[in-house]
């Protein structure tokens, strides 16, 4: 229950998810206690104790023992024998990655090296506001519109042959214009 973990379970309580917090440090366990279902103390690898707290009916298991790669290993393995169905975890390398994927981990993200990437394309990209990965060609972003498309429309930007994406949406203020019509004028004041 560090900052990561910390984050997760924050997001998933404003999602009005129920949340489980495991730790063996107590003070960890204590800063969360208030706001979650329940807090816990024990260890994360220790089979009885994850039985004892039936953690196979939770949908999904985040591992993030980040101080400890080996405990972490043993965790992931441990809750895919109790039968949870989705464990996901931490890895700081894509060695690590690599080894919690072949244990059993049904995902692993690398927080620092996601967290870099999308900093690099926001410093690269500066009128990217999102962006979601579907595989390694494709994606999915939200964009401001650069003002150089100010009083064209669609057709005349032309964004499958000269910049090779489909246009999914445009968004004016809270309005959704889905799919914008080849003749649709964008207008100098979304800039």
Known sequence: MGRFGTAVARTLLDHRR????????RNAVQLLADELAEA???????EDA????DIALYDAVVVAIS??????LLATLT??????????????????RTILLKI??????MPEYDTGRRMGLLLALPNLVERITLG???????????KAFADRTVQQIDFSSQYHVTLLAI???????????????LWNQWC
Do not use: C, W, Y
Request: proline residues 4%.
């Open 18 to 25: 129920t949340v489980l917090g495991i730790d063996r440090d």
């Open 40 to 46: 816990l103390i024990l260890d994360a690898a220790d």
């Open 50 to 53: 994850l039985r004892s707290v």
């Open 67 to 72: 101080d400890n790669f080996e405990e972490e």
């Open 79 to 96: 809750l895919k024998q109790l039968g949870v169905r989705r464990v996901v975890g931490i890895a700081s390398d894509e060695r690590q």
């Open 104 to 109: 059993g981990a049904d995902e692993v993200v």
């Open 136 to 146: 390694r060609e494709h994606s999915i972003a939200e964009l401001h519109m650069p």
């Open 171 to 185: 968004r004016r203020n809270v309005e959704l214009i889905m799919p914008p019509l080849v003749d649709f004028l």
